[in-house]
């Protein structure tokens, strides 16, 4: 029985992917690339309006074609309901040694009749000419005669004709609707070597690459969001501490200094820094033995507020956030004079030094900064702790560049800018300058919240 379309009235078609009927793993992509080819050549009919792909997939998702991994007459009649379609195009493919076979049904959707049964044969490099006569058939079963010059235009037109390309091309198909990206890749590049000129591999790659990377750029948006909200979660539960001998709350202060440095908030930072130097007066210091204890003590809380990952989970992860921990984070707690030696060395041989001075190079303007290291200096003298300048920590040591003087040598070394070599640097009141002290009185330049 044949039905007769009015190019007034176009009739809606639906070409599902086709079956594998008989062919090896590699080919298993082809029923999507073959409907494809399909959909194209019957949308150049007059009087038919084919089925976008996106919406035939969205249904396609929803009815899981997993389990059965085929369509029957019944099923394809549902299917075309759902999109609106008046038929539906099913069948299937197999590749036989050299061979290449197509068979397809058009089913009336109204009555799930088969309303034309085609099938097309031929070498396997000659599919394309294959795929031509089954839409040859398709197209007399909904009584369409094509005029001369798009009848030849559907003959002439073809994504590729080197079945290998096509291949490989269907095989990237597949594994990007599985969400294979990486594999996808690889099988559309593939294709384009096989055939330098094959648009839609091209096309397809393109794409790939554009919704990879947004993939990336939002994993790594997520990323950040959930570091941020991490490093939140720490500030909020570790507050500044109230009382010098309150030990218990160093390693928690430690990785509040971290979280605001890492989160950028570096103003915060330093007026948090400069309280707890008016609370301890510049009288606490760590030795060597509880320097140990506080990085400690610091890495495992870390770790368990999720700060820092585990060891055996990511050994280096582990490894990087320890040297942050001893290098940005116990250094404040070695005392004042301490960090006024460290801070042209740690500021030139590590960036990311997190003492007081450091972090003020990110806050501060230079005069301000300038400000900030002649009134510490002077607070350090009014608070009688020169004397503690003579001792320093084994176990942390400052980075060094090789040929740098070792750590004694830069006491007369510390600068406002640091103490670039080739620059002749200036002394700052560390050793009874002759200039009046003045009184820290823990306020130095205004600093934007």
Known sequence: MLFLVSSALAATVAVLPLDKGAGGAAYDGLGTALAGMLTTDLSNAPGLQLVERTRLDALLAEIDLGKTGFLDDASAQKLGKGLGAEFVVVGSWSVVGERFLLDARLVGVENARVVKAARADGALDTFVDVEKQLVTGLLDG????????????????????????????????????????????????????????????????????????????EKARATKAARMATLDKVI??????????????????????????????????????????????????????????????????????????????????????????????????LGPVDLLYQFPTNLLDVPSSADLLGTSARCLSAPEQAQLLGDLSSWVQSKGLTDARSVRQPDMPLARRPGRAPHSDLRARSTVRGGHRGQRPRRTALRGDSRAARPWTGRTAQVAP
């Open 142 to 217: 909904l009584a369409i005669t094509l005029a001369e010059d798009t009848r030849k235009k559907l003959l002439a037109a073809a994504p590729t004709r080197d079945f290998d390309a096509f291949a490989a091309y269907s095989q990237g198909v597949a594994l990007r609707d599985s969400g294979k990206i990486a594999e996808a890749q690889q099988a559309f590049g593939v294709a384009i070597a096989e055939d330098p000129a094959f648009a839609d591999a091209k096309s397809a790659l393109g794409s790939l690459r554009l919704a990879l990377d947004k993939m990336q750029l």
């Open 236 to 333: 909020a539960a570790h507050p500044e501490p109230k009382d010098s001998k309150d030990l218990k709350a160093l390693p928690g202060f430690v990785l509040r200094l971290l979280a605001l440095d890492e989160q950028g908030r570096h103003c915060q930072r330093l007026e948090e820094m400069r309280r707890y130097l008016e609370v301890t007066e510049g009288k606490f210091r760590l030795d060597e033995k509880g320097s140990k204890k506080l990085t400690a003590d610091a890495i495992q809380l870390a770790t368990a507020d999720g700060m820092s990952p585990e060891s055996k989970a990511d050994p280096q992860g582990y490894a990087a956030f320890q040297f942050k921990v001893q290098t940005a984070g116990t250094p404040l707690f």
